[in-house]
C-alpha cells in the first residue's frame, strides 16, 4: 500500500469514526466539565485536518494548498456533521460547535506542516522538504 492511500484510509476511518461517535444518541461518557464538547470537536477535527494536509501533501500539493484544502474540507465536514445532528437525540446543531472544528481542522492542518519538517519520514522522498542549510 501506497502512503498516499494509507493517508487516505486513515482519513476515511477517522472520519468514519467521528461520524459513528456523534451519531450517539444521549452520549454520558468521559470526563464532564463546561467546555468538553468544544474541546472533542477540536481533537476529533483537529487530527482529520492533520490527516488530510498530511494526505495532499504526500499527493505533492503545494503546502498553502494542503492547508486551505484540509480547512475547506473540515469546514464542509464539520457542517454536515452539525446538520445531522439535529436529528439525534441528546444533540443538537451547534455555530461553536461548528466553529470548533473547525479551529481544529486548521490547528491540525498546519500541525502537519510542522511535522514534515520534524520528521520528513513521513513523506515518500520526493515530497520531503528540501533539507535546511546554513544559507536558508
Known amino acids: 500500500m501506497t502512503r498516499e492511500r494509507l493517508y487516505l484510509v486513515l482519513l476515511v476511518g477517522w472520519v468514519a469514526l467521528t461520524f459513528t461517535l456523534t451519531s450517539i444518541p444521549n452520549p454520558e461518557f468521559g470526563p464532564s466539565f463546561p467546555g ?7 481533537g476529533f477535527y483537529g487530527v482529520a485536518g492533520f490527516l488530510c494536509a498530511l494526505w495532499r501533501l504526500e499527493l505533492g500539493k503545494e503546502r498553502l494548498a494542503s492547508v486551505i484544502c ?35 481542522g486548521a490547528a491540525g492542518a498546519l500541525c502537519s506542516n510542522v511535522a514534515v519538517n520534524l520528521f520528513p519520514f513521513l513523506l515518500t522522498s520526493e515530497h520531503s522538504p528540501a533539507p535546511r542549510t546554513a544559507s536558508n
Open 36 to 42: 468538553v464538547d468544544k474541546v472533542a470537536h477540536f
Open 70 to 104: 484540509a480547512v475547506a474540507f473540515i469546514a464542509l465536514l464539520g457542517a454536515v456533521d452539525e446538520f445531522h445532528q439535529q436529528w439525534i437525540p441528546g444533540r443538537s446543531m451547534e455555530l461553536l460547535d461548528w466553529m470548533a472544528d473547525l479551529a481544529g
